[in-house]
Structure formats: C-alpha cells, structure tokens
C-alpha cells in the first residue's frame, strides 16, 4: 500500500477552510491545555467528547490532533518559564530550560524546544506515513488470538511496568477493566455490574466522566488538600525578535540532539508501555554523556533542552502507530481518542486504514499542518500565553471545574452522572496523593470490552480450545513477552533486597 | 486519606465487585467463555491485588502522617461544593447549582466568600453556560429549572 497518495488526498481534505479552523483551534487549546499544569491532553479531549455528537468526525479528529500535539508545545513554554511542567515529558525540559531562563537564555531555550519540536514532530510523521501501511499489512494477518494477547501485553506494560508500584498499577487497572464491564454485554444481553439493572448502568460509563474525575476533579481537590495554589514567579520572555533568539552555534549545538531524540522518541513512543517519559528521560542522559559541554548539564545545557523536547514531540507522534494500526491504546490520550472513533461507531485496527482511509490520512496530513501552525503560535505569540500564565490560579481551577461539570452534565443532564464524576473524582485524589498511576484505569476502561471480544472470538474460531493462545506462534510470544514484563519488577526487586 | 484508608476502600470494592459478579446470569448463548468468566477473571485480579496492597499497608500504618488542620477543611469545602452540585442540579438545574458549587470550590482554593467572589463565580458559570448551551449547542438544560 502505497501511502503517498493517500496522504496527499489527506491534504487537500485538511487544506479545507473549516478543517483548517478546527485544526487552528485544537493547536490553539492544546498549547494552553500544554502551558497549564493539571490539565492533561486527554483530559480536554474527553471534555469535547460530547460534540462528538454534533461534529463531523473528520473535524473533530483534526481538533483533537491539535489538542495532542498542542500540549507537548505548551508544556515546554512553562517548563522553561515557570518551572512548573505542563505534562509529565516535559519534566526534563524544566531541569534545563528554566535554569537556562534565569541566565537570561530563555529565548534560546525556547527557540530551541520549538523548533525541536517541530523537527521531531515531522521525523515522527514521516516514519508514521511510512510504517502505518506495512504494519496494518502484517495486522490483517492477526486473528482475535494475536489480538487478545496484545491487549494483554498493553495491559501488563502500562500497568507493571511504568508507575511507582506493580501492585497499583495492576489495581488501577483492574479497577478500569471492571469499571469497562459496566452495563450490558453486547453478545449475550446480559446486564453486567449493574447493580440490579440500573437504567443509567446500562449504556456502560462514560469515557468522559472518568477521565474528568480522575484528572481534573482529582488533581483539583488534591492541590486544595495541599493548599499550594498559589502564583508562581513567571520569568519575562526574551526582548529581541524570536528569529535572533537562537545563533550559528545554538543551531549548530543543538541539530544533532534533535536528531538524536527523534530516533530514540518514535520506536519507544510506538511501543505498547513506550508514552513519552522514557524517551525524554533517555535523549537527556544520552545528551549528557555525548555533549561537548558537559559542566554546563545541571546549570541550564542547551543540549539538555533540545534532545528531550525532540523526543518528547517524536514519542507522541509514535503514540499513535498502535493505535491508528492495531487500534491499541498505549497512553491516555489514545485511550481517548479510541473512545472518539468509538462515539463514531468506527472500529479502530488494521481496518481503519482501508475502510476509513479519508479519515485516518486527513488527521495524519493535519498533524503536519500542525505542527507549522504549532510553531507559529510558539515563537512569535510566547509574549501572549505568559500573560495567560499569569491569571489567577485559583480561579483558573474553579473554572476548569465547572466547564468540566458542564461537560459531563451536558451528556445526559443527570445528577447520577455527576455522582459517577465525583466517585471517580475521589479516585483520582486518593491515586494523586498514594502514588497510584491513572493511566492504567483508563486504558483498562477502553481495553476491557475489547479484550473480552478478541478472547470470545478467539475461543468460537478454536471450538473452545484455550490453547489457541499458546499453540499460535506470535500470540505465543507476546504472551510470553507479557509474562517476563510482569515478573520483571518482582524479581528486580527481590534482587535489589539481596 | 491515608494509605491504609484507601486500602480499606478498595477491599469495600472488591466485596461489591465479588456480589455484583456472582448477580450475572448465565448466557442462554452457546459460548465457551460467556458473559461471567472475563468478569470473574478481572475480579479475581483485583481481590488479589487490593489484599496484597492491604497487607502491605497494614505493616506500615503506625507510620503513617496525620492530616493537616487546613487540609481536612480544604477537602471539606470542595466535597461540599461537589454534594451540592449533584443534590441542586436536578432541582435548580445545572446553572444556579453550579454557581452555588463554584463559590465552595473557589473557597477550597483559599479565595473568601464574598460578594466580590460570588460575582466572580456567576460570571464563570454563565460564560461556561452560553459557550456550551448557546454557542456550541450542548444542553445544560434551561437558565431557571424551577421557573420551567
């Protein structure tokens, strides 16, 4: 499958007046949703999930594309400027760009992780245009086994690997496959946890109203028990025009961790428990070691900026790759987003690029058009997000509430859906300040009644037989993957204790 | 919220998790895996590990640090603002409840309650209300419930 063409019937759909709005406005709010801490991507995608309703699909995917990419963008703006990141792969840029900023080289810190950005985040869609086809060619193949297991395999990474704690991780996530099960089985009829046939169980939960309570509802109630909001010292964005923020040497100091973290960012972004943090945290001590300015790392290297920025924008477009090719969701934001096809009654997988080509190639030209936009809004209009910075934070939380509340509100206008926003909501809090990882609760919400499908398919192919999950080589494998990934910590640990 | 706390929680869900599975009814549907076992499967997952996670921080709870004077009524005000929203939205609807909420929350965040902040905070609603309502066309129900 070529993927050229394609992707230039993909352009001219983006190209489109009102599909170029939507795309400006998505890069608008995620650069805001990037520059403020507490709100996550996925969190502002779920909040327009309602106009999932009203919105034609093609639109609103190229918005949430720009919401995506936006905040890795934004996040690196209050990294830098406040000190404070935006998202969790950005904590690296602060380490550097912010002391970099008190130095007075804040334009060079910011020049370098815009354009950073812009340079990984076109690597990461040219690698993205060009494997997609060949790996959904080698995803047709797969049958419900395979797909099961790498659900699995999904599962295990998110939840065991990454975080504080196998333990949390495997609660979060069985509290999301659980939460996933909730209202009535398709294939049997059957209501399920339920509580006796609840009429507002039915339908199932509501991505939306998990991802708010978790992430807005529960990091605001936590910075009120902290009784930290307060506003920070924004340090002033540089005088001289953006284009001489950065000279022959900076560009020359910094091409090479672009590259670098371009190529580290993708394959790990793409990976099933790859996210963005990894790949940040690599590229900075891979900079590190390679750099010609080794004293500087600590006191604000332009290196230290520019490789993990790089990754981070290279990581998030590989976020993608699973899930526009085999309809897995490696992250929350993708979590999501697979929630969004879902409202549009599309099936994510390997069938997505074949059935819903116009769709899937339109978003990914956007995110090309994006990331010029994306850099526009970055250079040139910093001077426009500090002043955003410097509203009032704790008005800016109590407004994120109630446009949070409405959104949840406007789907059903029911007081039990609220009640659900503000059990999840006391979830979320009590994982913010235990240390406890969401992301594994909301994967395992999306994951849940995907798996359960893939395994009864699975099981009606193979007359019941359940060793049609080990006796099929790839399936074999990845569940052998997802079983060294489990036990992985637990000896680590044991290790470590000796 | 201590640990020991949240373990407690959990162990209080899993008992609902374990009724509510042992209320599905079998298919009717010849299907090897059926409506039950996936959700018994993921139970059982979750009892393991909220036991696990008990236990673990039962051996650590003297250890534990008390909550701070400030934070308990921090919390205190938020949950408020939340009760008052889901117990107001179905009478007053959701522009007058929010309002209410708002004020609560605002205050969890340190602002005082005050005519200035209770001004604020209705202009935060109504603006959250016309962008959904009447520009986005979302339905956050009418201005007045009562009135309708």
Redesign the interface.
């Known amino acids: 499958m070529s993927s050229l063409e394609p992707l230039f019937k993909g352009f001219i759909l983006a190209l489109d007046p009102l599909i170029l709005l939507y795309g400006f406005i998505g890069c608008l709010a995620g650069t805001l949703v990037g520059l403020l801490p507490g709100i996550a991507p996925a969190l502002t995608i779920a909040i327009l999930l ?2 999932t309703f ?1 919105v034609p699909a093609t639109s609103m995917f190229v918005l949430f594309a720009g919401i995506y990419y936006g905040a890795m963008y934004g996040g690196s703006t209050s990294s830098i400027l406040l000190n404070t990141p935006g998202e969790s792969s950005t904590v690296v840029t602060a380490l550097e760009g912010n002391k970099m900023a008190k130095k007075g080289l804040a334009g060079k810190a910011l020049a370098t992780a815009a354009w950073g950005s812009f340079f990984a985040g076109t690597v990461g869609l040219i690698a993205l245009t060009l494997f997609a086809p060949l790996i959904v060619n080698v995803a047709l193949k797969f049958g419900p086994a395979e797909y099961f297991s790498f659900m699995v395999l999904s599962c295990v990474a998110v939840s065991a690997v990454l975080g504080s704690s196998t ?2 991780g ?2 979060s996530l ?2 999301g ?2 939460v996933g ?1 909730i209202g009535i ?1 398709i ?2 009829g ?7 046939g609840k009429v507002e169980l039915l339908d199932g939960i509501e991505m939306v109203m998990a991802v708010v309570g978790l992430f807005a ?1 529960g990091d ?2 936590y ?5 930290k ?1 307060k506003n920070q010292k924004i340090l002033k964005s540089p005088k001289t025009p953006w284009y001489k923020w950065m000279n022959k040497n900076d560009w020359k100091r910094s091409w090479k961790p672009w590259l670098r973290g371009s190529f580290l960012g993708f394959p790990i972004g793409a990976l099933p428990a790859g996210g963005a943090e990894v790949p940040t945290l690599l590229s900075y001590y891979t900079e590190k070691k390679l750099s010609k300015h080794k004293n500087e790392f600590g006191k604000g290297a332009l290196e230290g900026v520019a490789g993990p920025e790089a990754a981070n924008n290279s990581a998030v477009t590989g976020v993608l790759m699973p899930l526009l090719t085999l309809g897995i969701p490696t992250s929350a934001t993708a979590a999501v987003l697979l929630s969004a096809f879902q409202s549009y009654g599309i099936v994510p997988g390997p069938s997505l690029l074949t059935q819903q080509g116009g769709l899937v190639w339109t978003l990914i030209a956007s995110l090309y058009i994006g990331n010029v936009i994306l850099l526009i809004l970055n250079l040139p209009l910093v001077g426009i997000w500090i002043k955003i910075l410097q509203l009032p ?3 800016l ?3 994120i ?3 949070c ?3 949840v ?2 789907v059903s ?1 029911s ?1 039990f859906d ?2 659900i926003l ?1 059990f999840f ?1 006391f979830i979320g ?2 994982f913010k ?2 240390n406890f990882s969401p992301t594994p609760l909301i994967i395992g919400i999306i994951i ?1 009644p995907l ?2 499908q893939s ?2 398919q699975a ?2 192919i193979s007359m ?1 037989d359940w060793s049609t999950f080990v006796t099929r080589p790839i399936s074999a494998s990845i569940l052998f993957l997802s079983i060294i990934l489990f036990v992985l910590p637990f000896i680590w640990k044991i290790k470590k204790r000796k | 919220m201590k640990s020991f706390h949240f373990s407690i929680f959990l162990i209080i869900l899993c008992g609902l998790a374990i009724w509510q599975a042992t209320l599905i009814p079998k298919s009717g549907l010849v299907d090897s895996v059926g409506a039950k076992n996936f959700p018994y499967f993921i139970v059982t997952l979750f009892v393991i590990f909220s036991i696990i996670y008990f236990f673990q921080e039962l051996s650590f709870y003297k250890k534990r640090e008390t909550l701070k004077k400030y934070s308990k009524q921090n919390v205190l005000f938020f949950v408020s603002g939340c009760f008052i929203l889901i117990s107001l939205s179905s009478i007053l609807g959701f522009f007058i409840s929010s309002i209410f909420s708002s004020i609560l929350i605002a205050r969890s965040f340190g602002i005082q309650i005050n005519l200035l902040s209770l001004r604020n905070c209705f202009f935060i609603t109504l603006s959250v209300w016309i962008l959904f309502s009447v520009i986005l066309g979302l339905q956050l129900g009418p201005f007045f419930k009562f009135l309708s």
């Open positions: 309602p106009f009203t333990v949390k495997m609660i069985s509290l496959l659980i099960l089985d294939q049997s059957q209501a399920r946890f339920t509580f006796g509802l605001s109630m910075l009120a028990y902290e009784g909001i934070a704790s008005w939380y109590t407004g509430i109630v446009i509340t409405a959104s509100y406007s206008r007081s609220l009640l503000f909501g809090f009590c300040k235990l849940g798996a359960e395994l009864r099981m009606i019941g």
